[in-house]
């Protein structure tokens, strides 16, 4: 299945373009400006060690023999090397070099030995690159970030930075998640917000916009809605001809004669002022084929959605699709994907029966052999399950990169057919891939099927054909349609852990001091200890609402997704996430930011007014702030004096 609309996740009978195009209508709310704009994040100039000179080496004079002369003066010890100059990244000041040792003294006899040079002085250090290339921070997709600055008792300061989100406004909404280049314009840090309006906007550290590149101008038709770009970017930091990193964005592409749609472009763009790369879009139409499993299947853009973010690895950029808003029409789950050094090598893979979708906002995980992708529902007019297995509700390993991608791994749930039927996609949630040192297995592949079954999976070896083969089946909650999430991890003195938001409850397996709504949605930390097996228990769960929506009369829950920061990579965790305070209406959006602590689940800050933070979006965490997206406008928080 993919991303559903309002008639409801139970639907039984495809909806007709028309209808749908009215029942998906998005009403975009126009957040309001704020009128002076200052500056977040100060700069200092680098700073450069110089190391002193060595000290003369003066020799003591010989002993006077019974007719010998005095031993003569030692030689000048040398001069200690000038300290290199402090290195600071983005302005931050470098620290001093160290001093030069001075040179010894040199040792007494008939003449006295030349004094060791002093020890060059060490160069400065600065920051490192905060750059946040891809969603989920890096290709485990952990969502793990190291500020040092949000302690605990900072996050209980934490607040909206007014100017900042006074000034980082565009058009439309953002349902992809903001990225971060250290190095922008001018040696500035740049925003990254890719809009529904088509644009890719950026924005530099003090919230002021910097350039915008549209993609096309796109009204889009029934199977759209909303329009625009929905996938989060992926940036390669390597510096083009003018010096500048490259961000990598797809979007439908604008009308064709008659004004019908009929292809998506991957666009190639310098992050200098958003200009096109050399040889760039490429473009993904019907002329692309996918050849796996015997296949010779075309790609129909017409009827598939773009939703997941997109990965770049060893110069390939993936690029998923399943349906466009919802199980109607004829679709299936494709992964296309690009090389960078020549886009014209496009490679493709598809599932092998209908539906099967990959829409999963989160995107795709990847390590040295591949990308792991999650599907959802077999669909074919109906919610049933086929007679074989056909590629749905699935963890997939594809590998042979870029020209000619298959399935070289899979896991399945035992009970995948039930899923197939009840539409509780696998493919609603991103898988995480986490090292436990000391377990057997000691890698893994987690993910959570819709229906809120939390699963570890030896990501070596994913499960026999025949379907299971988990190391863990945590079911979280009673209730169905209840969990669309990308996990996050870190590590801390107490052990490993994960973090996931559950759409409703009855939650099972909270602890009694549990502050868990089963009316709302909870954000979730689970303890995962090594062992032969590994054991995964539920540690916290604390209440933060999220995004509602209407469904089958009911009020429902669209879950957000988290981060985790810490100062140091395993001290002060705090998982933030977008929530709000109540969710008795339908149809409203996520507002807040919340603050929890990783170990106790503790909600350390709770605030801010960030109209219309959308389901599955995830913050990032940038020199001290969380900034996450919204309708019409970056939002940012950090420690208030």
């Known amino acids: 299945m993919s991303e559903k609309p309002s008639c409801g996740h139970l639907c039984?009978?495809?909806?007709?373009?028309?209808?749908?195009?009215?029942?998906?209508?998005?009403?975009?709310?126009?957040?309001?400006?704020?009128?002076?704009?200052?500056?977040?994040f100060a700069c200092s100039s680098p700073g450069g060690g110089t190391g002193t000179a060595g000290s003369s080496g003066a020799g003591s004079t010989g002993s006077a023999g019974t007719t010998g002369a005095a031993g003569s003066a030692g030689t000048t010890g040398a001069a200690g090397t000038t300290g290199a100059a402090g290195t600071g990244v983005a302005g931050t000041t470098g620290t001093a070099g160290i001093t030069g040792v001075a040179g010894t003294t040199?040792?007494?006899?008939?003449?006295?030995?030349?004094?060791?040079?002093?020890?060059?002085?060490?160069?400065?250090?600065?920051?490192?690159?905060?750059?946040?290339?891809?969603?989920?921070?890096?290709?485990?997709?952990?969502?793990?970030?190291?500020?040092?600055?949000?302690?605990?008792?900072?996050?209980?300061?934490?607040?909206?930075?007014?100017?900042?989100?006074?000034?980082?406004?565009?058009?439309?909404?953002?349902?992809?998640?903001?990225?971060?280049?250290?190095?922008?314009?001018?040696g500035k840090g740049i925003f990254i917000a890719a809009t529904t309006n088509n644009d890719i906007k950026t924005?530099?550290?003090?919230?002021?916009?910097?350039?915008?590149?549209?993609?096309?101008?796109?009204?889009?038709?029934?199977?759209?809605?909303?329009?625009?770009?929905?996938?989060?970017?992926?940036i390669d930091a390597t510096l083009g001809a003018d010096g500048f990193a490259t961000i990598y964005a797809c979007a439908p592409a604008g009308m064709a004669a008659g004004g019908a749609f009929h292809h998506y472009e991957l666009h190639a763009i310098s992050a200098k002022d958003g200009t096109e790369r050399t040889g760039w879009?490429?473009?993904?139409?019907?002329?692309?084929?996918?050849?796996?499993?015997?296949?010779?299947?075309?790609?129909?853009?017409?009827?598939?959605?773009?939703?997941?973010?997109?990965?770049?690895?060893?110069?390939?950029?993936?690029?998923?699709?399943?349906?466009?808003?919802?199980?109607?029409?004829?679709?299936?789950?494709?992964?296309?994907?690009?090389?960078?050094?020549?886009?014209?090598?496009?490679?493709a893979w598809s599932s092998r029966l209908a539906g099967a979708a990959i829409w999963t906002p989160g995107g795709f995980a990847a390590d040295a052999t591949g990308v792991f992708i999650t599907t959802g529902n077999y669909f074919l007019g109906g919610y049933k399950a086929p007679a074989t297995w056909g590629d749905s509700e699935a963890i997939i390993r594809l590998s042979g990169m870029p020209s000619a991608l298959?399935?070289?791994?899979?896991?399945?749930?035992?009970?995948?057919?039930?899923?197939?039927?009840?539409?509780?996609?696998?493919?609603?949630?991103?898988?995480?891939?986490?090292?436990?040192?000391?377990?057997?297995?000691?890698?893994?592949?987690?993910?959570?099927?819709?229906?809120?079954?939390?699963?570890?999976?030896?990501?070596?070896?994913?499960?026999?054909?025949?379907?299971?083969?988990?190391?863990?089946?945590?079911?979280?909650?009673?209730?169905?349609?209840?969990a669309r999430i990308s996990p996050v991890s870190y590590k801390t003195t107490s052990g490993i852990h994960v973090a996931i938001t559950v759409d409703r409850g009855p939650y099972m397996g909270c602890p009694a001091t549990s502050t868990a709504d089963p009316a709302m949605a909870v954000l979730m930390g689970v303890t995962v200890k090594p062992g032969s097996p590994i054991t995964v228990s539920q540690s916290w769960c604390?209440?933060?609402?999220?995004?509602?929506?209407?469904?089958?009369?009911?009020?429902?829950?669209?879950?957000?997704?988290?981060?985790?920061?810490?100062?140091?990579?395993?001290?002060?965790?705090?998982?933030?996430?977008?929530?709000?305070?109540?969710?008795?209406?339908?149809?409203?959006?996520?507002?807040?930011?919340?603050?929890?602590?990783?170990?106790?689940?503790?909600?350390?800050?709770?605030?801010?007014?960030?109209?219309?933070?959308?389901?599955?979006?995830?913050?990032?965490?940038v020199k001290g702030h969380i900034v996450a997206g919204g309708d019409g406008r970056l939002c940012s928080w950090s420690p208030q004096p």
């Open 106 to 186: 040199g040792a007494a006899g008939a003449a006295g030995t030349t004094g060791v040079a002093g020890t060059t002085g060490a160069a400065g250090t600065g920051t490192a690159d905060e750059s946040v290339l891809e969603r989920g921070k890096r290709a485990s997709r952990d969502g793990n970030y190291v500020q040092a600055t949000l302690t605990k008792a900072a996050a209980m300061k934490v607040g909206p930075d007014a100017a900042f989100n006074a000034a980082a406004v565009f058009t439309g909404s953002i349902y992809a998640s903001p990225l971060y280049l250290e190095k922008g314009p001018g």
């Open 542 to 621: 604390t209440t933060i609402g999220g995004p509602a929506m209407g469904d089958a009369g009911t009020i429902k829950n669209r879950s957000a997704s988290p981060l985790v920061t810490t100062t140091d990579g395993m001290s002060n965790p705090i998982v933030w996430v977008a929530g709000s305070a109540s969710q008795a209406t339908a149809g409203t959006t996520a507002n807040l930011m919340y603050g929890v602590d990783g170990e106790t689940g503790e909600v350390l800050y709770k605030g801010g007014n960030c109209t219309g933070i959308r389901q599955w979006t995830t913050p990032i965490a």
């Open 406 to 482: 298959v399935r070289s791994d899979s896991y399945l749930p035992a009970r995948w057919k039930q899923m197939d039927t009840d539409d509780q996609d696998f493919g609603s949630s991103s898988v995480l891939l986490l090292d436990v040192p000391g377990a057997t297995p000691p890698k893994y592949a987690v993910s959570v099927s819709k229906d809120a079954h939390l699963y570890f999976t030896n990501s070596t070896m994913l499960g026999p054909v025949t379907g299971g083969g988990e190391t863990i089946d945590l079911t979280l909650t009673a209730s169905n349609h209840s």
């Open 281 to 347: 879009p490429a473009k993904l139409d019907g002329t692309i084929m996918a050849k796996n499993d015997g296949l010779n299947r075309a790609f129909t853009p017409t009827t598939e959605g773009q939703r997941p973010a997109l990965s770049l690895v060893n110069g390939v950029v993936y690029v998923g699709f399943g349906g466009p808003l919802g199980d109607y029409s004829m679709y299936y789950g494709w992964v296309i994907a690009v090389d960078t050094k020549n886009p014209a090598t496009i490679g």
């Open 12 to 40: 039984k009978k495809p909806l007709s373009f028309s209808s749908y195009e009215a029942k998906m209508t998005m009403k975009l709310i126009k957040a309001s400006g704020i009128a002076s704009v200052l500056a977040l």
């Open 203 to 234: 924005f530099d550290d003090s919230g002021m916009p910097v350039w915008t590149r549209n993609l096309g101008a796109f009204t889009g038709g029934p199977t759209f809605t909303p329009k625009g770009v929905m996938g989060t970017p992926v």
